[in-house]
């Protein structure tokens, strides 16, 4: 039995600014499910897909075959995309950041708390899982990784809890930490979202660097852009889009003017991308009433100029 087609968010929007065409040479940073991939072929584009995940090598094989000599997904980082496609080698990057639909209801990736599996969370198939994580870090430094990335303000109590918890007995599954995470911060009492919500996103960023993946990944893909290149970021929480933001504003020269408070910053390279948007793009109502999880993403996207790519440090 084949898999049900999957419709990535902001499908429609990524397609536009990505401006696929015969000849064009495409990455899907995030392969996933290939939703993105198939959209871009269909409109004539050759196609990479990356994907660090080995379980997505499933959704490739109906795009190899359906679409022969222009797609292929390779399982790789998309840091590693100007290593993949060499300087200026390619017209395109999509970025769909986050984990996947497909990653959440597959309990036994262990990135639900709605679901009981193994507390793993890993996208790759090495590192160290959110369980090695929550049973062997300091309490300071759990409490901190929970505040950082999930932004969390309960974060010291959820650390102390999990912290006497685990003296008892390890954590191994993902319903037993969001009971403590819940137990933690006094239940949900009617909340909309699940007290484990943020503990969860913080575990799972850190098990799978992707604040640091993100970062790498815009410079890989500054330098595998060709002029005239487009670049499209789907983000889906507060701490990515923010660094998409920053990113594109200071590579696009929009960085906030002098003011009394704030010293003139010296002059830096020249652009290397112009804003397609300038404002972040939001799904439709009707997207959302379709795909709840839709709700918080956000799509930046700017075109590649001719001037160098910038240092990383930059």
Same mark, same amino acid.
Not at 11 to 25: C, D, F, H, N, Y
Not at 49 to 54: A, F, I, K, V, Y
Not at 181 to 206: C, D, I, N, S, Y
């Given at each position: ?9 902001l *499908? ?12 064009? =040479?495409?990455v899907?940073?995030?392969? $996933?499910?290939? $939703?993105?991939?198939?959209? *871009?072929?269909? =409109?004539? #584009? ?6 660090r ?15 022969? $000599? ?48 193994? *507390? ?15 049973n062997?870090?300091e309490?300071?430094a ?6 950082? *990335? ?13 912290? %006497? =918890? ?14 403590v ?12 979202? @699940? ?27 500054? @330098?595998?852009?060709?002029? $005239?290149? =487009?670049?499209?970021?789907v983000?889906? @929480? ?22 009394? @408070?704030?010293p ?30 839709? %709700?918080?993403?956000?799509?930046? #996207?700017?075109v590649?100029? #001719? ?8």
């Amino acid at each position: 039995m084949s898999e049900a087609p999957h419709v990535p968010v902001l *499908l429609a929007e990524v397609v536009e600014a990505m401006a696929p065409a015969p000849g064009k =040479r495409l990455v899907d940073a995030t392969f $996933g499910a290939g $939703g993105y991939s198939r959209a *871009l072929l269909e =409109r004539g #584009a050759d196609v990479t897909g990356l994907d660090r995940d080995p379980t997505a090598a499933r959704f490739a094989e109906p795009l190899t075959k359906e679409f022969p $000599g222009r797609f292929r997904l390779l399982e790789r980082r998309f840091s590693d995309l100007a290593e993949v496609m060499g300087e200026g080698g390619c017209d395109g990057v999509a970025f769909d950041l986050g984990v996947s639909s497909m990653q959440i209801d597959e309990a036994e990736r262990g990135f639900s708390f709605m679901r009981d599996g193994p *507390l793993d969370m890993r996208m790759g198939a090495d590192g160290p899982s959110a369980a090695d994580l929550v049973n062997t870090l300091e309490p300071a430094a759990l409490a901190r990784l929970i505040w950082e *990335l999930g932004e969390e303000r309960g974060s010291r109590r959820i650390a102390a809890f999990i912290t %006497r =918890r685990r003296a008892e007995q390890p954590f191994e599954r993902t319903l037993d930490l969001a009971a403590v995470v819940e137990k933690a911060l006094g239940g949900r009492r009617g909340a909309p979202v @699940h007290p484990a919500t943020r503990t969860f996103q913080a575990l799972r960023m850190a098990v799978n660097e992707e604040m640091e993946e993100l970062e790498a990944g815009l410079v890989a893909a500054e @330098h595998a852009l060709a002029p $005239g290149g =487009r670049l499209a970021i789907v983000t889906f @929480h507060s701490l990515e889009d923010r660094m998409v933001k920053r990113y594109l504003a200071a590579r696009s020269g929009r960085m906030p003017s002098a003011s009394r @408070h704030r010293p003139l910053a010296p002059e830096g390279p020249p652009p290397s991308f112009e804003l397609l948007f300038t404002s972040a793009r939001a799904p439709t109502e009707a997207e959302v009433r379709a795909n709840p999880r839709a %709700r918080s993403a956000k799509l930046r #996207a700017a075109v590649r100029t #001719a001037a160098p790519a910038w240092k990383a440090a930059a």
